[in-house]
């Protein structure tokens, strides 16, 4: 795994590029943990235009760079991916969350997934619940939801097993939904309609 320190140079100017990006007042990467539905609209435009054009600029083998990288990095390469709907990536983010090697760079690889829509990354998806939810003892942080997931929220079913005491199902699907639509808005150009709409400010 690269990390973005002396001797690595490349790694480093690529995290400084679009991992850190102060544009606002955190850190890229911490906005894209789900801070930026928080923001205020005139920084939440802000921060989904500029997440907009450095996807669209970004190179393939910038964003390779980043998915060798720590969490941080691959986060910000997944959402990117996402945004710009880079589906040659799609073989290597199911790789990389069905590994599911380091905390939260998964909430990235499914809002990719979840952006590119096709029923393969919902197949996808189905199969990192199917391996993950079983395992009580791994409860960080792995609320996800599709159209797909029905099996998985029936009374006593993987999802209670596994999430008792969280949110229920329909708030994670929720807040999937709303990332989705943040990137849309955000490379569509339609941001100030998007935050006129939201319901999590």
């Known amino acids: 795994?690269?990390?973005?320190?002396?001797?690595?140079?490349?790694?480093?100017?690529?995290?400084?590029r679009y991992v850190v990006a102060r544009r606002v007042e955190f850190?890229?990467?911490?906005n894209l943990m789900g801070n930026f539905l928080g923001l205020s609209d005139r920084k939440v435009i802000r921060?989904?235009?500029a997440l907009a054009k450095d996807a669209r600029r970004i190179s393939d083998h910038d964003l390779s760079v980043l998915l060798d990288g720590e969490w941080r990095a691959r986060l910000t390469a997944a959402w990117l991916i996402g945004l710009d709907r880079r589906v040659q990536f799609r073989e290597r983010l199911s790789t990389m969350l069905l590994d599911s090697e380091l905390v939260y760079a998964?909430?990235?690889y499914c809002l990719a997934l979840a952006?590119?829509?096709?029923?393969?990354?919902?197949a996808i998806l189905s199969s990192y619940l199917d391996r993950y939810l079983p395992?009580?003892?791994n409860r960080y942080d792995e609320k996800l939801a599709t159209d797909h997931a029905g099996r998985f929220l029936t009374p006593n079913g993987l999802w209670e097993t596994f999430s008792p005491d969280d949110p229920d199902a329909s708030d994670c699907k929720r807040a999937m939904a709303e990332q989705?639509?943040?990137?849309?808005s955000a490379m569509n150009g339609t941001l100030a309609g998007w935050t006129a709409g939201r319901d999590w400010a």
């Open 106 to 108: 998964g909430a990235g």
């Open 47 to 49: 921060f989904g235009r």
């Open 115 to 122: 952006r590119f829509g096709e029923d393969e990354d919902a």
């Open 27 to 30: 850190p890229r990467y911490m």
């Open 1 to 16: 795994m690269r990390v973005p320190l002396s001797p690595d140079h490349e790694m480093m100017k690529l995290a400084r």
């Open 180 to 184: 989705v639509s943040f990137a849309e």
């Open 135 to 137: 395992q009580v003892e």
